[in-house]
C-alpha cells in the first residue's frame, strides 16, 4: 500500500511539472531514437559490407581442407570423396534452408604472361553457372563476357591485368602452375572477358577459368580447394557453420569456417568499425545522462518545500528520495518507448531506401577484400534495439540515484522555510 502511494506520488510529480518532465523525456528520447536509427545505419552497412567481400571471396562459410587456408597450396584439397561427403552435408534441410548460393573453386597461385609481360596471378577455376549466382564479377564485365557453360579454353581477367599484359578480348596468353603432381605446367587460354571492381589486387590478380579445365590442367580430377556458402544474412554464420561441424565431425580431412575466420582481416576491419561504433554511442549516453542528472537535479532543487511538506505529514527521508527516484523510472519509460517508436519511424520513414553517401566517398571506395556501397540501406536486428533501449535505462536509473540521494538529505525545518 505504501509503495503505491509512493508510485502515485512519483506519477503526480511528473505530470504537475509537464514542461520540465516534457524537456527531460524529449532529450532520451532523441538521444534513444538517435542511437537506434545509428544502430541500424552501422548494422546495415556491415550486411552490405561483408556480403560484398564474401562474394568476392570465400563466402559466409568456407568449406576447405585443414591445411589450405595456411598454404594456399594445391596439394591441400578436397579431392572427389572429400567433396562428395561435403555435398551429402549440404542436402541437410537445416542449411539448405539458409544457403543462398554457393560456389565451388579450384584454385592455385601461378603466373599470368603474354608477349609483353609476366604477372603474378591467383588462378581459380570455378563453375560458371554457380559463379554468375554467387559472385558479382559477371556484373561487372568491361568488355566481352563472362564464362559459360561449355566454354573450355577461356578465361576472365580484370582490368589492370589487361592493361600490364597488353591483352584485348578475343586474345591468347599463358597461364603457369604447379600441379597436384609438383611438376610445374602451362596453359595457353583466350581472353573471354574483362572485369573491374575497383579494387585494386583483384584486377590485377585474379583469373577466372572453367572449373574443368582448372582440374584437366592442374592434374585434379574431381577435386575442389574451396567450397564457399553464400547465406541469407551473415548472423546465420555461426549457426550454419556448428551445424556443418557437427555432421562433418567424423571427417578430419574437411574443415570448415565461417567468413571471420576464412577472412581475418575482414574480421579485424568490422571490429574495429564496430569500436568506434561504440565510442560514439557512449559519448551519446554520456551526454544524455548528465541531461537527465541536470533537469532531476533542478527538480530536486526547486522543490525544496514540497519535500519538507512530504516529510511533515508523514513521509521518511527514504520514501522521500523513492519518490525522486520513481520519478526518473517513469520519465525513463516513457522516453523509452517513444525513442524506439521514434527511430523505427524516422529510419523507416526516411531512409527506407537507403542513405546516399555518395558525395562523400569515392564510387569505388573498398576495404579488406569488399567494395563498400555509396548507399546504406539501414538493417534493424531486435538484439541491437533492445540492448540500446537497455542502455538507455541503465542510464536513467543511474542519472536518477544522485538526485534521489540529495533528496533524502534536506532538513525538513530549513526546507519549510523556502517559498515555492
Do not use: C
Not at 509503495?3 to 516534457?22: D, M, P, Q
Not at 564479377?137 to 599484359?165: H, S, T
Not at 596453359?187 to 585494386?200: C, K, S
Amino acid at each position: 500500500m505504501r509503495f503505491l502511494i509512493l508510485l502515485r506520488l512519483s506519477a503526480r510529480a511528473v505530470g504537475r511539472n509537464l514542461r520540465r518532465s516534457a524537456l527531460t523525456a524529449a532529450a532520451m528520447a532523441l538521444g534513444l531514437a538517435l542511437l537506434v536509427f545509428s544502430r541500424a545505419l552501422s548494422d546495415g552497412g556491415h550486411e552490405q559490407w561483408i556480403d560484398s567481400a564474401v562474394r568476392l571471396g570465400t563466402g559466409h562459410v568456407a568449406i576447405q581442407a585443414p591445411e589450405f587456408l595456411e598454404t594456399g597450396r594445391l596439394e591441400h584439397r578436397l579431392d572427389s570423396s572429400a567433396l562428395r561427403s561435403v555435398e551429402r552435408a549440404l542436402d541437410d534441410p537445416r542449411v539448405t534452408s539458409a544457403v543462398r548460393a554457393r560456389t565451388t573453386h579450384l584454385a592455385v597461385p601461378g603466373l599470368a604472361s603474354s608477349a609483353a609481360a609476366a604477372l603474378p596471378a591467383r588462378i581459380e577455376g570455378v563453375d560458371p553457372a554457380l559463379e554468375a549466382a554467387f559472385s558479382p564479377l559477371p556484373e561487372m564485365v568491361q568488355g566481352g563476357e563472362y564464362l559459360q557453360p561449355g566454354d573450355r579454353l577461356k578465361a576472365f581477367i580484370g582490368a589492370e591485368m589487361a592493361r600490364r599484359l597488353e591483352l584485348e578480348v578475343g586474345e591468347r596468353f599463358v597461364l603457369t602452375a604447379q600441379n597436384a603432381e609438383g611438376e610445374v605446367e602451362g596453359q595457353m587460354v583466350r581472353v573471354a572477358g574483362i572485369y573491374r571492381t575497383g579494387i585494386q589486387e583483384m584486377d590485377e590478380g585474379v583469373v577466372h577459368l572453367p572449373l574443368e579445365t582448372a582440374r584437366t590442367w592442374l592434374s585434379a580430377p574431381g577435386a575442389a580447394t574451396t567450397v564457399s556458402l553464400l547465406l541469407g544474412e551473415s548472423r546465420s554464420t555461426d549457426e550454419v557453420t556448428e551445424t556443418l561441424r557437427a555432421i562433418l565431425e567424423d571427417h578430419p580431412e574437411i574443415r570448415v569456417m565461417g567468413w571471420r575466420q576464412a577472412s581475418p582481416d575482414l574480421d579485424s576491419a568490422v571490429r574495429i568499425d564496430d569500436y568506434g561504433d561504440y565510442l560514439f554511442h557512449t559519448i551519446l549516453f554520456a551526454i544524455v545522462g548528465l541531461a537527465v542528472l541536470n533537469a532531476i537535479m533542478m527538480s530536486v532543487l526547486g522543490r525544496r518545500r514540497e519535500f519538507g511538506i512530504l516529510q511533515a505529514l508523514g513521509l521518511t527521508p527514504a520514501e522521500t528520495g523513492w519518490v525522486v527516484f520513481g520519478e526518473g523510472l517513469f520519465l525513463t519509460a516513457v522516453s523509452g518507448v517513444a525513442g524506439m517508436v521514434l527511430g523505427y519511424v524516422v529510419t523507416w520513414g526516411f531512409f527506407r531506401d537507403g542513405l546516399d553517401f555518395s558525395s562523400l566517398m569515392d564510387e569505388e571506395m573498398s576495404l579488406s577484400g569488399g567494395i563498400i556501397e555509396t548507399v546504406i540501406v539501414p538493417v534493424f536486428y531486435l538484439k541491437h534495439v533492445l540492448v540500446s533501449v537497455g542502455y538507455m535505462t541503465v542510464i536513467g536509473i543511474l542519472a536518477s540515484i544522485y538526485p534521489a540521494r540529495r533528496a533524502t538529505l534536506l532538513d525538513v525545518a530549513e526546507a519549510m522555510k523556502f517559498e515555492q
